[in-house]
């Protein structure tokens, strides 16, 4: 069953190259691979995995790599990537590496390999740098010896990460989707009530990957648009007001965190027409618990737009979840294992659950739910829908 909701599928914003999408998709696993066989000589190379020819019990390794409390999960997952990956192998109860992992031992061997993918396939070079860095460090990270911050965002600088995002397919595909989507909605409303305000307020704005493509189409409205960009990190909001608020009297900012209630944090239930979070909702410790505080930011009838991972991807898990937020969910949430997220299904659970209808689900074309990296839902908050009325 494919996962797109085909006939909701929100308007030519949401246009995909599949050419170039398929290019980019063998383009990622070349470099996940890449950086599965990083892993391994990384463990070798600390004496964390067992030397050729030899074998060691899962308990022994996870010993030897001193996980520091907060990186149990991270650890787990990573020996579970090897082992699919036939990196490590069963050897009657024990473990012992695969051949595979020898070729890439020295720091040169690491560059020219990674000189050599960046040059193969140009439309995911920037997924290189931030692979290496990471890999670099892992054992440090594990170990609790360095920040995984520091590694993820040297001297606070978001290069490595911002690299990802540059002209990337994948990523400008879904935030077209969520832009169709939030555009939409604020301008049925608008048409319906010529003498509304729109208020759209996103959550975990962050460096505004979202925020950029959905302020670009919501332009032509913006005199009837209130646009409230807030994150948890103040940071990101100093972040924001440099990037988006010249220029954009609509555009306010605000700090708030979807951990907790709105309206102990200022914010008036029942207030916006359209919330936004994108990327930001697996890394809170209940995902049950933010969604119920976006539902009471919305008004009756206003649509929730979620923008967020729905399979695990080893190459996340080989670099964003270094930062120990990507773990900090409780240990009864149900997640996809080995990873803070949820697949289309749970999304949808969970949004019902949490009081949302119309749940609707918007992905690539013709890919199973099961083959989507990424899923956009647009789900109405129960009421009357404002936007129809
Ligand atoms: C991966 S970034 C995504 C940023 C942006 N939305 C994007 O897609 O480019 C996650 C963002 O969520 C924010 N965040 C994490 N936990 C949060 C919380 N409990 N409440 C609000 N924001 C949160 C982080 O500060 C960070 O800016």
């Known amino acids: ?68 409390p907060g990186y149990e999960r991270l650890a787990d997952a990573l020996l579970d990537m090897l082992a699919r990956a036939g990196l ?20 040169d061997a690491v560059d020219l390999s990674a000189a050599a993918l960046r040059r193969e396939h140009p439309e995911i070079a920037g997924y290189v740098p931030l692979l290496v860095a990471c890999q670099q460090r892992l054992v440090d990270v594990v170990r609790g010896d360095a920040p995984a911050n520091e590694v993820l965002f040297p001297g606070g600088s978001t290069d490595l990460v911002s690299a990802i995002y540059q002209d990337n397919v994948q990523l400008d595909f879904f935030n077209r989707l969520c832009a169709a989507a939030v555009h939409g909605h604020v301008q049925r409303f608008l048409r319906r009530y010529p003498r509304s305000v729109a208020q759209v307020m996103e959550v ?18 913006a005199e009837r648009l209130r646009y409230l960009y807030t994150d948890v990190g103040p940071g990101f909001l100093r972040l924001g007001r440099r990037c ?21 944090q200022g914010f008036e239930p029942g207030s ?22 976006c539902h009471a930011l919305l008004r009756p009838g206003g649509i929730l737009v979620i923008n967020e991972m729905t399979s695990r991807l080893d190459y996340n898990t080989l670099t964003f979840a270094l930062a120990e937020g990507w773990w900090r969910h409780a240990d009864d949430e149900p997640r996809l294992p080995a990873s803070p997220l949820l697949d289309v299904a749970g999304w ?42």
Do not use: K, W
């Open 1 to 68: 069953m494919t996962v797109t909701d085909a006939e909701a599928t929100p308007s030519p914003l949401a246009e995909l190259d599949q050419e170039r999408y398929a290019q980019f998709r063998v383009s990622f696993d070349a470099v996940t691979d890449f950086g599965r066989r990083l892993l391994a000589g990384r463990l070798a190379a600390a004496g964390v995995l067992p030397v050729a020819g030899r074998t060691a019990g899962r308990e022994e390794i996870l010993a030897r790599l001193a996980v520091a």
């Open 88 to 107: 490590l192998r069963g050897d009657g109860g024990r473990l012992a590496v695969s051949d595979r992992v020898a070729g890439l031992a020295g720091d």
């Open 204 to 221: 975990g704005a962050g460096t505004g990957g979202t925020t950029g493509p959905v302020l670009d189409a919501l332009a032509d409205r």
């Open 244 to 264: 988006f608020g010249a220029g954009r009297p609509h555009v306010d900012f605000a700090r708030y965190n979807v951990e907790g209630a709105p309206g102990e």
């Open 272 to 293: 916006m027409h359209v919330v936004l979070a994108s990327n930001v909702l697996h890394a809170t410790m209940r995902i049950s618990v933010a969604l119920r505080h």
């Open 348 to 389: 949808r659970v969970a949004l019902t659950r949490a009081g949302f209808v119309d749940v609707r689900a918007h992905a690539v074309p013709g890919l199973d739910a099961d083959e989507q990296a990424q899923t956009v839902f647009v789900a109405t908050a129960a009421g009357a829908c404002e936007a129809s009325r």
